[in-house]
Each structure stands twice: as C-alpha cells, then as structure tokens.
C-alpha cells in the first residue's frame, strides 16, 4: 500500500527524498515523512507540505542539507526544528516544496488545559501520539530499506479510509482547545464526519475555549476562512456552539450564510462578509478578544460603517459617495458591493471602478498661475472641481476654469 502511495510521487519529488533519507542516515537518524502529507497522500491530493520528523537532530540535519546542497535554513532552537529553503541550488524546483520543515521527533505534555505543550525530545512514535486525530498520525518511513514503509499504529488509515475525524486520547481537545476548529475543518474540508465518541467529547472542551490566547484562536478561524468551503466550516461550528464561547458578537446564521455565497479571494474578505453586519461597538469588544491585525480592523469598521448605511447609497451623488468612501480601505468597499442590491450596488461598484480615479484637470500648480495664495482654499477648490466632474457639471478644462472663477467670485 504504502509503496504504492510513494510511487504516486513525480520522479523529482522522490528524489529529494532519498537525497534526504540520505543526509539522514549519514547522521544516524531514522526519518519518516508524517502529518498532511501522508493523509494527503492517502486521500489522492499529493500536497508540497513536507514535514520530516526525525529521531535525532533536526538542526544538524538540516546544516549538513545546506552545506551539500545549498540553499537556506530557518531554526527554532527551542523545539529544535528547521526549515530548509532548498533554492534552485541542486534541485529543479518542478513540483518541489519552497520549503522542507525538519522536526526532531518529540513528545508533549500540556501543564494545564489550553497551555502551550511542555516538549521533550523523543521517537517517532512519541511524535506521532502527540499529534490531534489519528487521520494526521500516519507516518512513512524513509530509511535505506523500509523507504515507502507505511506506519499506523493508531488507525489512521482505517479512519482515512471511513471519513472519520478521530481523536488519539480522551484528553486531546481538553489538552488543546484549537482542536475543537481542527476537527470540524477536517470533517468539512474533506467531507468526513467527527467519529461519535470524539463528538462526545467536545463539551468538556468548549468551556475551555476562553483560555485560548488570542493570537491561536485567530489563527485557526484564519485557516477556516481561507478553505474553499469555509461556508460550511463555519456553519458546522455554529452548529456545535464553538462559535459563541470565542465571543458574543461571533454567530453564524441566515444571513450570513448568505452572504458568504459570494465568491471571494482570501480569508480577509470573508472576515468582512461574516462581521460588517456588527455595530463599531460590537467590532471593538471582538477585538479585545480576537486582536485583529491594524488592516483588517481598519477594514472591519469599514465595513461596517458602509453596511450600516447601505440603503442610503441608493440616492447619493457620484460626489457624495466618494466624499463618504474616500479612506475607506478598498477591501471593505468591495465585501459592502457584494452583497449591495440595485442602486447601491451600482453606486459603489462605480466607485470602485472609475469615481475614486477621477480628478481636475486643474492642479495646484495651475492655481498658483492664476495668483491663488497657497492655503486650504486650493484643497477646496480642487475637491469642487472634482465634484463637478463626478456629478457631470463640467466636463472640459474650459468649464473647470469658469468654475474656479464663480468660486473665487463667491468666496471673495
Ligand atoms: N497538530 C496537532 N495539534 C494542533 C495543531 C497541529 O496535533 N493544534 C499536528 C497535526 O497532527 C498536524 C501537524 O501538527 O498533522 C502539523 O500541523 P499543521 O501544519 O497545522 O497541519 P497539516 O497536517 O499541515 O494540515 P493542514 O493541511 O490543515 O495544514
């Protein structure tokens, strides 16, 4: 079996194998190629994510790969691992990884529930029980050999092969909440279902929620958003009640669902259509708990703002939309466009695609030539001429200077 999923790599990839399995053995290390990539594997989705766990020194490792092959290594020398940049050094990069990720096989033990995991160097097999579900815990062996030998000892290939989302122990989500999002992620991505009894479990654990720093719960709804079927990752978590211990404001109903029917490029964008329904007030509280990187809060209150008053761009001049989305990150205008009806949606698509870039002909300089002093008139000046642009009242350099001249008539 094992062989044969190995055989399903290009002769390239399997060649940066061995060179691996190589240096490796060199150093006296056992290695084994583990996690995504095997269940990957399995699944028939070969992916680039290679991650090599080894029985030995990932570091070292990886400083011998760089010193025969080239290319740059990346360290963690607390849990001793690396990241080995091969470059274009000695591999032709087609269907090759940027980047291997070497890990020294370890075990971890949580000090309390939700806490970073105490690390302990270790085997392959510690490694492999440390991991979340028995669908990431196959492990196929690169040595000399057993190279393309499978290793699963937990089940994985069985619950791979069923659709189940399994835990390894009964203390896995109490030991690390994220999981609770991991497996729901898996369940979805892959159409899989959360085996029973790991369902049973997931109570105990979402209390433990709350504990969860900001930065590990935002990281995990960041991968949900960026997976194609977001839409229904979420509405799974809505359906668990994993969404309301995060925070409040943090729901998943109709009219979201709705409006992630929308097809958009990244995570962030989906930020903005699940939360622009939510008040500024609401906004700043998630982001005590979620702290949201500066842009996307910036983009989040955007949003907001624009969806708060979408009814009222219906009947808005040209002008007067640009004066209200003028500064507005351009992301949170294109989430508010997308789900805008009728003239709305008009109003600010045209924003977008052609009232933002319109401006006088007549410029500072022009002003100054016409013996203007310098001061906020100019500024003034400029945005009633664009206004007269936007709006259709002008529309040569001629009517532009008839303009300035009524304005300098008015304004004395
Ligand atoms: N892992 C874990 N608990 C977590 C996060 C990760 O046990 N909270 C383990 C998983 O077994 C996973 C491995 O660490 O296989 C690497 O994690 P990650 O890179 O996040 O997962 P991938 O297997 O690459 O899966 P994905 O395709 O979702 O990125």
Partial sequence: MA?????????????????????????????????????????????????????????????????????????????????????????????????????????ETYKHPAALPTVKLGTVADDIRRRDFTLNALAICLDGEYFGELRDELGGLDDLQNGLVRVLHPRSFVDDPTRLFRAAR???????????????????????????????????????????????????????DLLKPIHPSLTWDVTTWARFQHKVNSANERWLLWLMSLTETEIASLNQRLKFTASLLKSLYASSKIFAALSAFEDLKPSQCVERLNGFPLNAVSAAALIAQGKSRQNLEKYLSEWRHIKPKTTGDDLKNLGIAPGPKYQEILSRLRNAWLDGEVDSENEEKRLIENFLKETG
Avoid: C, M
Avoid at 19 to 35: H, K, N, Q, T, W
Avoid at 213 to 220: G, K, L
């Fill in 3 to 107: 062989q044969n999923l190995l055989a399903s790599l290009s002769d390239s990839q399997l060649d940066l194998l061995h060179r691996l399995a190589d240096e490796s053995a060199a150093l006296g290390f056992p290695i084994y190629i583990v996690g995504g990539f095997v269940r990957d594997l399995v699944l028939g989705r070969p992916s680039l994510d290679f991650d090599l766990v080894l029985e030995g020194d990932a570091i070292s490792l990886g400083r011998s790969l760089v010193s025969k092959f080239g290319g740059k290594l990346t360290v963690h020398t607390k849990f001793k691992t690396a990241k080995w940049f091969p470059g274009l050094s000695a591999f032709r990069p087609s269907n090759l990884p940027t980047f291997i990720d070497l890990i020294s096989a370890r075990s």
């Fill in 186 to 240: 898996y369940e979805k991505r892959y159409d899989f279902k959360i085996e029973p009894q790991t369902l049973a479990l997931i109570p105990e654990a979402r209390p433990l929620i709350a504990k969860l720093s900001a930065q590990r719960i935002r990281h995990e709804l960041d991968l949900i958003l960026g997976e194609p079927n977001a839409l229904s990752i979420l509405a799974r978590l809505g359906d668990l």
